[in-house]
């Protein structure tokens, strides 16, 4: 059974090439055109006109070409260019120079945090300043009263170990001091914290006063830096569509943002897990962004498969577009032409479109369907 939907657009293209084909004849013995005559033929796929010659014919050429895999897929950061922004001082964030989504360069000043870290850091510099100072003392004054024989090998050798110890103690304390950024001459309870790469800020974890470093906070992470010059474009592919993909194809993706723009990326990586209810395979594709592709954006893939296949071509013309379906007449013969739903491809030079479906080269076809709606609206 038919829809009602759907006979009441069978009946509307019976209409068109009803009126369209029967072209009003002149009777000279009454001086009048005699009226077009439909003939209904129970079929609402089949309609039946009386002139069929009004309606020229063109048979379907074919075109050769790599077979393509359409799929929908998203914007993401290639992970090898994220790069997390850390506090290593404990402390409370006194001051943030930059937020979500800003770009900033390498070096740049993000944000400020006053630490106790550093006043602990400070004082164990100190003391290993003295420390080393009186250990040089001793090694000098116990290597004079060897010379003198007051003392034995054994105890210059111990004050040698002693002072090279507090070296190495004063040493790793300006060790501490420089990881923390901290001058060891110009001290500071506040530490700067700078952007370790250029990039966009795509993730923020902190705030004005919060808590902030890798003790004390939620998240060590305060900042996240993407370099979104090169993007990944993760599909979804289903399973039955796997052996068309291979590493390093070449792919099309155009992002629905921008359907005329069209950029080339290259398959890096075909997912080892299925998803278990979908049963698709994540496909990554990587983009060079030409700095349109924002993250989280949905693009359509064509990704070009090793195979080729023959698709039917015929004029953008015998394609009839009709609420998001597409068709073209062929003739059934006796004066009837027969409706083919199809699936229109890429445009191709001198106003030709591929059939991907519904049609096979050298089938003939009405050659200009449109011209069939316009002759319905002049009568």
């Given at each position: 059974?038919?829809?009602?939907?759907?006979?009441?657009?069978?009946?509307?293209?019976?209409?068109?090439?009803?009126?369209?084909?029967?072209?009003?004849?002149?009777?000279?013995?009454?001086?009048?055109?005699?009226?077009?005559?439909?003939?209904?033929?129970?079929?609402?796929?089949?309609?039946?006109?009386?002139?069929?010659?009004?309606?020229?014919?063109?048979?379907?050429?074919?075109?050769?070409?790599?077979?393509?895999?359409?799929?929908?897929?998203?914007?993401?950061?290639?992970?090898?260019?994220?790069?997390?922004?850390?506090?290593?001082?404990?402390?409370?964030?006194?001051?943030?120079?930059?937020?979500?989504?800003?770009?900033?360069?390498?070096?740049?000043?993000?944000?400020?945090?006053?630490?106790?870290?550093?006043?602990?850091?400070?004082?164990?510099?100190?003391?290993?300043?003295?420390d080393e100072q009186l250990a040089n003392k001793a090694d000098i004054r116990a290597k004079d009263l060897y010379d003198h024989g007051a003392i034995s090998q054994a105890m210059v050798e111990q004050a040698d170990d002693s002072e090279k110890d507090a070296k190495a103690d004063l040493v790793a304390a300006e060790e501490q001091l420089k990881i923390f950024g901290v001058d060891k001459n110009h001290p500071s309870p506040v530490v700067n914290v700078y952007a370790p790469t250029s990039g966009v800020i795509i993730g923020q974890n902190i705030t004005n006063a919060a808590a902030a470093g890798v003790t004390l906070s939620g998240s060590a992470t305060a900042f996240t830096i993407a370099d979104l010059s090169d993007v990944w474009i993760l599909c979804d592919v289903y399973e039955n569509d796997l052996p068309k993909v291979h590493l390093g194809q070449e792919a099309q993706i155009k992002p629905a943002a921008y359907p005329d723009k069209i950029i080339t990326g290259r398959v890096s990586d075909i997912g080892p897990v299925m998803d278990p209810s979908l049963r698709t395979a994540k496909v990554r594709i990587e983009v060079a962004n030409p700095g349109i592709l924002k993250l989280g954006m949905f693009v359509t893939a064509t990704i070009s498969s090793r195979s080729s296949v023959t698709h039917a071509v015929v004029p953008a013309t015998a394609i009839l577009h009709l609420h998001d379906r597409e068709w073209v007449f062929a003739p059934a013969g006796k004066g009837q032409f027969r409706r083919i739903e199809v699936v229109g491809g890429d445009m191709l030079p001198n106003g030709q479109q591929e059939v991907t479906s519904g049609l096979q080269p050298g089938q003939q076809v009405v050659k200009d369907v449109l011209r069939l709606e316009a002759t319905q609206e002049a009568q």
């Open positions: 059974m038919m829809n009602a939907s759907a006979l009441r657009t069978a009946c509307w293209l019976a209409g068109i090439l009803a009126l369209a084909g029967c072209e009003k004849k002149f009777n000279p013995e009454s001086g009048t055109a005699s009226p077009a005559q439909v003939v209904e033929t129970g079929d609402a796929g089949t309609i039946t006109v009386d002139h069929p010659d009004q309606f020229p014919l063109v048979t379907a050429g074919s075109n050769l070409e790599p077979d393509k895999l359409n799929v929908t897929g998203a914007v993401f950061p290639d992970i090898s260019r994220e790069v997390p922004v850390i506090s290593l001082a404990n402390g409370r964030v006194v001051d943030i120079k930059t937020r979500l989504d800003d770009n900033v360069k390498k070096g740049q000043l993000l944000f400020s945090v006053q630490s106790p870290d550093i006043s602990t850091a400070f004082d164990a510099y100190l003391k290993a300043v003295n």
